[in-house]
């Protein structure tokens, strides 16, 4: 049947705007303005793009699959020890999805390919949310337990994902309404800076991993003596953590596709690969807290922190809340009038070579 389908053209670094150029990728570029069915059929071909949607697609459904099960076998609703648990499972639903949706259908134009990433930034710190509510409720050390840090921990891991959702963000465009330049359609800073715009991308995702692995950092490799928390599950904690500083480097450095550009077009890029790691390293994660939860569930129940839909789900809403409403404060200056005349004038003046 596939073969009865006309599959869309794809192009060359040199035939797309810039804002749509991946380093050192030189081919199996979508066009610029793919219409929905283009970028649905596109799942089928092989472009630059193809396994970015895919390593993220599948999984999903894995996640999904998780959630259920979870939610179905324990009780959850009745149970608000598990709650977190759900919160982790819901958020390693959606960033993956979000990833697959933006990589999908950021090809339709200039603006639905900001407003993709933006969704997909959103959905990477909901991730970060659920990864901080979950270590707060089952994998900070036995010593940290009830102290000072704990109880601030989470209020803290919700502002950072307004730094992270509002920094990726501006990576892309600045400030909306003061750098966004409708005569040009050049944004900053990613057209005119893109290594700043990469340094703060990997910024705002690397700081809140960061603030929420506090206490497993401790745990694992600093902690000496009674309340240490030194169990099997450690090891678990361990390939998370090397996984998750692997997508890192990946999705930092553009190896190996940097080293021989255009050989690594369609297959073996740094993007597939981090997706890959980031795929297993969450895997690896919600193995580690399961058990760390099924293992110290009776001690934390009477020393921790007693676990509420305040400090859990609600938490989870208004991570959302927050993320969509600097999600449309970047989202509505794409269409306002200045911006539609000036999409108006690009599609003229490029309608030529397409």
């Excluded at 750098?179 to 057209?191: A, G, L, Q, V």
Aim: proline share 5%; with cysteine; aromatic share 16%.
């Amino acid at each position: 049947m596939l073969s009865l389908i006309r599959f869309p053209r794809v192009f060359t670094i040199k035939q797309v705007p810039k804002v749509f150029h991946e380093e050192s990728i030189i081919s199996g570029y979508r066009h610029p303005r793919s219409s929905a069915t283009d970028c649905v059929l596109s799942l089928f071909q092989l472009t630059n793009e193809t396994l970015n949607i895919w390593t993220h697609f599948v999984p999903t459904w894995y996640f999904l699959w998780k959630l259920g099960s979870v939610a179905l076998t324990q009780r959850a609703w009745q149970d608000a020890f598990t709650w977190p648990l759900l919160l982790l499972l819901l958020s390693c639903c959606v960033y993956p999805l979000a990833s697959s949706c933006a990589h999908t259908f950021s090809s339709m134009s200039m603006r639905a390919r900001h407003i993709c990433f933006f969704f997909d930034y959103g959905a990477l710190s909901f991730y970060s949310l659920g990864s901080a509510v979950t270590y707060s409720a089952y994998v900070f050390p036995d010593r940290w337990v009830s102290g000072a840090f704990h109880r601030c921990y989470v209020p803290i891991a919700v502002l950072n994902t307004v730094i992270c959702t509002g920094l990726a963000c501006y990576s892309r465009l600045g400030l909306p309404f003061v750098h966004y330049n409708y005569d040009t359609m050049k944004r900053f800073p990613e057209c005119n800076g893109p290594r700043f715009s990469k340094l703060l991308r990997v910024l705002a995702f690397a700081y809140p991993y960061l603030f929420d692995n506090i206490p497993l950092f401790y745990r694992v490799f600093l902690c000496v003596g009674d309340g240490c928390t030194d169990n099997d599950t450690n090891v678990l904690h361990y390939n998370h953590i090397a996984l998750a500083f692997l997508t890192g480097f990946l999705f930092a450095t553009h190896l190996p596709e940097r080293l021989a550009p255009g050989s690594f077009d369609y297959i073996g890029h740094s993007h597939q690969l981090f997706h890959v790691c980031a795929i297993l390293g969450t895997y690896m994660q919600i193995q580690a807290v399961e058990q760390d939860m099924e293992a110290r569930q009776l001690w934390l129940r009477d020393h921790s922190i007693p676990i509420t839909f305040a400090n859990s789900v609600a938490v989870g809403l208004l991570c959302v809340v927050l993320s969509l409403a600097i999600i449309g404060v970047y989202t509505l200056p794409l269409f306002s009038r200045n911006e539609e005349k000036q999409r108006a004038k690009s599609h003229r003046e490029t309608s030529a070579p397409w």
